[in-house]
């Protein structure tokens, strides 16, 4: 799908990889101008397109939560085109509704596994649920998801959504000098709420390892001192991982291995 219509907008912001701009109609324009432009711009197309195929919308004590809906794509100006989201991203909630924000968050993301793992602990996940990527709009009810990971496609375990969101969280609360443990906890009260999957505390550790390793693995490529840095947090954190999170998560019924 393609469009080579007019890119007149105002710009609304510029990422590490795109410009985005507000495009008449209620659209969003993202432009990608990195060396890995047309790779980037593909597959999010990609993504969202499914995305968009599996999961529409899902209704949750009068909310809505969805994914953003992709309206066309240009490879030749390098610019793919949405629909503009209404809201807030949830970082820039203030902390008296972060919370209530985070919980939002949880249900959105069940709803997500909910749809395109079908009840199981394993698929495609998200990849990138960070407290940037999600919108939330209080007065219309809304939870809208804007941008899959670069990763996805890839199969993983659903825990692995949860640990990144967690570690999302943690890092920019830390930086704004905020304790997210009790948003923290209602994120995901929210997930184990909406989520239909078959609760694994097996499958919940496996998904750990993974994205902690993963996360290791990419501090590793910027810096060995950012490496070590995080590496130092997780030992740190290493009871809310292992204990406190799965109890949030798994409360209402006992942990169960698949």
Request: glycine share 6%; hydrophobic share 40%; charged share 25%.
């Amino acid at each position: 799908m393609s469009n080579t219509q007019d890119f007149q907008g105002t710009l609304i912001t510029r990422t590490d990889k795109a410009d985005l701009y507000r495009l008449p109609g209620d659209r969003v324009l993202k432009r990608y101008f990195t060396s890995n432009a047309v790779e980037r711009l593909m597959q999010d197309q990609y993504s969202m397109s499914h995305i968009n195929g599996a999961f529409a919308e899902a209704r949750h004590n009068g909310w809505s939560y969805r994914p953003v809906k992709l309206l066309w794509f240009s490879l030749d100006r390098r610019s793919i085109c949405m629909e503009l989201a209404s809201g807030q991203e949830v970082l820039s909630v203030p902390s008296s509704r972060l919370n209530d924000a985070e919980y939002h968050s949880g249900i959105w993301l069940a709803h997500y596994h909910n749809a395109v793992l079908n009840g199981k602990s394993r698929g495609l996940i998200y990849t990138d649920l960070g407290v940037h990527n999600v919108l939330i709009d209080f007065d219309r009810k809304s939870v809208t998801a804007i941008d899959p990971g670069m990763r996805w496609g890839e199969t993983g375990y659903a825990y692995e959504d949860v640990v990144q969101h967690v570690d999302s969280l943690l890092t920019v609360m830390v930086l704004k000098r905020k304790a997210p443990f009790s948003a923290i906890i209602s994120f995901l009260k929210g997930y184990s709420e909406a989520s239909k999957a078959k609760p694994s505390l097996r499958l919940y550790y496996k998904g750990l390892v993974r994205e902690l390793a993963r996360q290791t693995r990419d501090y590793a490529t910027k810096s060995r001192l950012k490496c070590a840095a995080f590496v130092v947090i997780i030992i740190g954190l290493f009871p809310l991982y292992v204990f406190v999170m799965p109890v949030a998560l798994f409360r209402k019924v006992r942990p169960k291995d698949d």
